[in-house]
């Protein structure tokens, strides 16, 4: 977690901030909801599929840039399907983190690319796309899960994925020197992989380290995984050179379970706010939630769960929480962590103008939380949208706000708050 500064009096959170860093070049600026996405598996969106998506609030998708969908013929690109994609996505100001990905038969004969005339090939193609859409807002990544077996086959090779994966970014920076490129998309937090491709160099090459934190336990309980990633950042990364961690896919199937039983809808909603916002607190740059869509209608298929939106696209508590957080913390920038008598409390400051609103929650049992009043009352807004008003008690400067925190978030409004203390010293 990134220090915050603050005191408490009795069992009322105090603070003060300090301002947060810039998101470097290409990666989104940390003002909600440009770091927030979601993965999708499509180019040719169904009718109203792309409104619906723009109104959940999300402004990246995450997608499949298939090597062998692309280059059918040796050195002829075929990029017709990713253009109506990007015009589709241009429409609504969606962005794309497009994953350079998988093998192409053309060249290589496994799911993986290990031959001097494969990663060739790959670079040229991997080029060819970055030069096509370069000025248009893409992140390119370079493959995807390359630390499993799935996806890297006959066996994942950390030495090969590094070849294959810094002769790419060196043809993409080539064809445009612009481009944003993100690397290894690991499935997880693979140690002894990252400690090899950051060995080779990989570090050099990239702009950001992108991975996927996939868990059946609380979002909040990746922080330990990104302050060890970030310490073997800082160990390879070139001189002067900061590279951040961006969450590239994450999220939890109605299949999982969590404390002994399946994970419920509203749990699954609770998960999307919490890792979306603990991302932020951490300086994770940018959270794509697995998946937009569920990929089938069966309730026992784990890969059939992810979505926002269900298998015929009705809005699941999921979408509803994304496009109330979107919504509520629209044009705001998180400040700091407010220090509570709990660490299990998380009370996010987001500021915009003069205007402050909470963002709060825990990991622990229910209980009360005193915060202090700018007013004689404020609104309250419930992770679903609900809204209510809660009066402040006692007087003076000893005005209090008192607001329950369980699991799933709420937002606090205090309006002009930044212009007074105790938020601004």
């Known amino acids: ?72 013929e040796k050195g002829v690109y075929d990029f017709s399907a990713y253009d109506r994609l990007m015009k589709a ?68 090779s950390a030495e090969d994925y590094a070849a294959l994966a810094i002769e790419a970014a060196r043809a993409i920076r080539k064809a445009d020197p612009k481009a944003t490129i993100l690397a290894p998309a690991s499935s997880g937090f693979p140690w002894e992989f990252f ?33 060890r990633l970030r310490e073997l950042i800082a160990k390879y990364a070139p001189a002067g050179k900061k590279i951040p961690i961006v969450s590239g896919e994450w999220g939890y199937s109605l299949c999982y379970r969590y404390a002994g039983q399946r994970v419920s809808p509203e749990l699954q909603a609770q998960f999307l706010v919490r890792q979306w916002l603990f991302n932020m607190a951490e300086g994770v740059l940018l959270s794509i939630w697995y998946d937009w869509h569920d990929d089938g209608p069966d309730p026992n298929e784990t890969e059939h769960n992810f979505g926002t939106v269900t298998y015929d696209y009705k809005p699941k508590p999921a979408y509803i929480a994304a496009q109330t957080l979107t919504r509520e913390l629209n044009g705001y920038t998180l400040r700091k962590r407010l220090e509570t008598p709990s660490p299990s409390d998380y009370v996010l400051v987001f500021v915009k103008g003069s205007d402050v609103k909470l963002a709060a929650w825990t990991t622990g049992e229910k209980h009360p939380l005193q915060i202090p009043a700018v007013a004689d009352s404020t609104v309250v807004v419930s992770m679903l949208g609900s809204r209510s008003t809660i009066h402040a008690q006692g007087t003076g400067r000893g005005k209090t706000y008192t607001v329950e925190l369980s699991g799933s978030p709420i937002y606090i409004e205090l309006p002009g708050a930044a212009r007074r203390k105790p938020w601004t010293k």
């Not at 992140?139 to 899960?145: Q, S, V, Y």
């Not at 990239?206 to 330990?224: C, L, M």
């Open 1 to 72: 977690m990134h220090p915050y500064f603050g005191f408490v009096l009795g069992s009322v959170a105090v603070l003060t901030w300090l301002p947060v860093a810039a998101a470097p070049s290409g990666l989104p600026q940390q003002r909600v909801p440009l770091p927030f996405g979601v993965n999708i598996h499509f180019t040719d969106p169904k009718p109203g599929e792309m409104e619906q998506l723009a109104a959940g609030g999300f402004k990246f998708v995450r997608m499949d840039f298939v090597w062998s969908s692309v280059e059918r």
């Open 195 to 227: 400690e090899t491709i950051f060995k080779r160099g990989l570090l050099n090459e990239i702009d950001a380290v992108s991975v996927h934190p996939y868990r059946q336990e609380a979002p909040e309980t990746a922080g330990a995984d990104y302050a």
């Open 89 to 156: 996505l241009d429409q609504y100001k969606i962005r794309p983190l497009f994953i350079l990905d998988y093998s192409n038969q053309l060249y290589e004969p496994e799911h993986s690319v290990r031959t001097a005339e494969g990663r060739k090939a790959f670079a040229a193609f991997a080029a060819a796309a970055a030069k096509r859409y370069a000025g248009r807002g893409v992140l390119w990544e370079i493959w995807n899960e390359p630390n499993i077996e799935p996806f890297w086959r006959p066996q994942p």
